[in-house]
C-alpha cells in the first residue's frame, strides 16, 4: 500500500482539521469526503479505496470532517454555524490551491459535495456514493435519527433500530457533545442550483442501501447523472474493493 501523508490545515475558523493524502504529490487531485461517524482511515484508507485510486495515478486527498477522526471537536456552538461542512471544505480547497481536480463524498461527505456544487464548485468530475434523492431533499429525518441515537446512546438495546448507529459511533469514539452540534449546524442543499452544475456526477451506490433513498432516482434528476451500482448494504459496501473500482473507472472514464 502507498504511504499516507497527513498534516493539519484550517477549518473556516481555524480550527485544525487533519487531512490525509496518498499518491504522488504531483498527480491529478480527487478530493473524498467520508461519512457520518466515520473517518478517511475507515472511509477510504481501510480497505483499499484510496490505494486503488493513488495506483490508477492520483493524488487522493481525504480529510477527516470536523468532530471526526483526527479532526478538532470543539464543544462551543460558534464552532458549528449553518454548513459548517461546506464552509470547512472551501476553506481546504483553497488552502490546498485545488483548482483543476476531482471531488467525492459518501453519505454524509456526499451531501456535503453536493452543496458545494450546489454554491458554485466546479470539478471536473463529481461522486456521490451512497446518497440517494430523498436523502438529499429529506434530510431532517435522517439527522433526527443520528440525534436520537446520540441522545439515547446509554440505553438502546440490540433490537432497537438506533443500535448499529450507536455501535459505530462508539466504536469510533465520536464526541456526542460535537457530533450533536455538528448535525444541528445541517447542510443546505439547493437542488435545482445542483442540477443546473451540469458536470458529469457519478452517483454510486450499494445494491442493498436504500438508507438515503433512492440512487436511481437521483441520477436520473442530474443533468448529467450516472448510476453506478455496486454490492453491500449502507455499511457493507465500504468494506467491498467494488466502490474504489468504481469510483475509478468513473472518474477515468469519458
Request: with cysteine; proline share 5%.
Amino acid at each position: 500500500m502507498a504511504e499516507v501523508r497527513t498534516s493539519s490545515l484550517s477549518g473556516f475558523d481555524g480550527a485544525a482539521l487533519a487531512v490525509h493524502e496518498m499518491g504522488d504529490a504531483g498527480a491529478r487531485p480527487v478530493l473524498l469526503l467520508h461519512g457520518l461517524f466515520s473517518s478517511a482511515e475507515v472511509n477510504w484508507i481501510k480497505y483499499g479505496h484510496a490505494a486503488c485510486l493513488a495506483a490508477a495515478g492520483y493524488r487522493v486527498i481525504m480529510p477527516d470532517l470536523r468532530a471526526h477522526g483526527m479532526s478538532a471537536a470543539p464543544h462551543a456552538a460558534q464552532a458549528y454555524p449553518r454548513n459548517v461542512l461546506l464552509m470547512d471544505a472551501q476553506a481546504l480547497i483553497a488552502q490546498l490551491s485545488l483548482t483543476d481536480f476531482d471531488i467525492g463524498g459518501f453519505s454524509l461527505g456526499a451531501r456535503t459535495t453536493a452543496a458545494l456544487l450546489a454554491n458554485g464548485l466546479r470539478p471536473r468530475k463529481a461522486i456521490l456514493a451512497g446518497m440517494g434523492l430523498e436523502g438529499l431533499g429529506g434530510w431532517e429525518g435522517r439527522r433526527q435519527f443520528f440525534l436520537d441515537a446520540i441522545d439515547n446512546r446509554e440505553t438502546v438495546k440490540r433490537d432497537d433500530p438506533h443500535f448499529m448507529a450507536v455501535m459505530f459511533m462508539k466504536t469510533m469514539k465520536i464526541d456526542p457533545v460535537a457530533a450533536r452540534l455538528l448535525l444541528c449546524a445541517g447542510i443546505d442543499v439547493d437542488p435545482a442550483a445542483l442540477v443546473a452544475a451540469d458536470i458529469p456526477i457519478g452517483v454510486i451506490c450499494g445494491d442493498e442501501d436504500q438508507d438515503n433513498g433512492s440512487a436511481p432516482a437521483l441520477a436520473r434528476q442530474l443533468a448529467q447523472g450516472r448510476y453506478i451500482e455496486v454490492p453491500g448494504t449502507h455499511m457493507s459496501c465500504i468494506a467491498r474493493p467494488e466502490l474504489g473500482q468504481a469510483i475509478r473507472d468513473y472518474l477515468l472514464g469519458p
